[in-house]
């Protein structure tokens, strides 16, 4: 049994700022096995959301909470925007995930046309909203720099007006008050990452909430480029989050090791992870 983390003890709240489309599913599994479950809260947000998850709706409703409430966890998860802290009464330390920008972008795309209750699905199956419309059009605001606007904790700024302050104010968040800013691209990297800085242990896993692999989207290198004009604060904020992250790997001489050896275990794991994991989805798709 893995450790947990000591729910009266000294270690901060954990939050993680969980960005859509960055693997963020998969990497709350594995947080939930290293937190007692009494000491996990997820914050939900609203039922309808146009904005997805760039709003301050978990914000409010956590702030809202009383205070002793609000000092339970040691874990808060939530698709949000930054600056939830502010309101949690104890030591406190963000995680995240970022992923490359024009690979990010397609898997969003993709998951609206695969996803039927999406506000945006019909329009993208019947081909009136094509990948361009979908980025250039102002119907979605997190392919408008969505992970440096979370990071900077912006809900405001409208459609297509981010200026170099909203970059500027993601990377100071980060400097001030994020442990570990992974990778999807390194995944693994990013879990040895974390248990290095809290003691996690358990930090196995399986792909949870994929895309199906026979779905293709064909992108042309005009889209790419496309989805790299748009999203130019998040190219540089990506490159400014990977070069840090390769250099935090680099200073570990021990890194190489424990990488190998999680892998390996991790392969030996993945068996019985998939069928837990496909029985729990059985289970709740049984209740809905």
């Not at 999406?118 to 392919?143: K, M, W």
């Amino acid at each position: 049994m893995a450790d947990r983390a000591d729910a009266d003890g000294g270690d901060p709240t954990v939050i993680f700022l969980h960005i859509g489309k960055t693997a963020g599913w998969t990497l709350r599994q594995i947080l939930y096995r290293n937190v007692r479950p009494d000491r996990v809260m997820r914050v939900r947000p609203p039922a309808d959301r146009p904005r997805g998850f760039l709003n301050d709706e978990p914000l409010r409703a956590f702030a809202a909470l009383p205070e002793e409430e609000r000092a339970r966890p040691r874990l808060i998860v939530s698709h949000m925007i930054f600056g939830i802290h502010e309101s949690v009464p104890r030591p406190s330390a963000y995680i995240t995930l970022l992923r490359e920008p024009v690979a990010r972008t397609i898997s969003q795309y993709r998951h609206v046309l695969r996803t039927r209750h999406h506000r945006l699905h019909a329009a993208a199956v019947s081909g009136e909203l094509t990948l361009e419309r979908y980025v250039c059009d102002g119907q979605a605001l997190e392919v408008d720099n969505g992970q440096s606007r979370a990071l900077a904790g912006d809900a405001g700024t409208p459609f297509g007006e981010c200026t170099d302050a909203v970059l500027d104010a993601a990377l100071r968040n980060l400097d001030r008050h994020v442990s570990v800013a992974g990778l999807t691209e390194r995944f693994d990297e990013t879990l040895i990452t974390l248990g290095t800085e809290f003691g996690w242990r358990n930090l196995y896993y399986v792909r949870a909430n994929t895309a199906p692999p026979g779905q293709r989207l064909q992108v042309s290198d005009a889209d790419r480029r496309m989805i790299e004009e748009r999203n130019r604060f998040d190219c540089e904020l990506y490159r400014v989050v990977a070069e840090r992250f390769r250099a935090r790997i680099a200073a570990d001489c021990d890194f190489a090791r424990r990488l190998q050896h999680h892998q390996r275990g991790n392969a030996l794991y993945r068996p019985w992870g998939r069928f837990a994991y496909s029985v729990r989805k059985a289970a709740i798709r049984a209740t809905r």
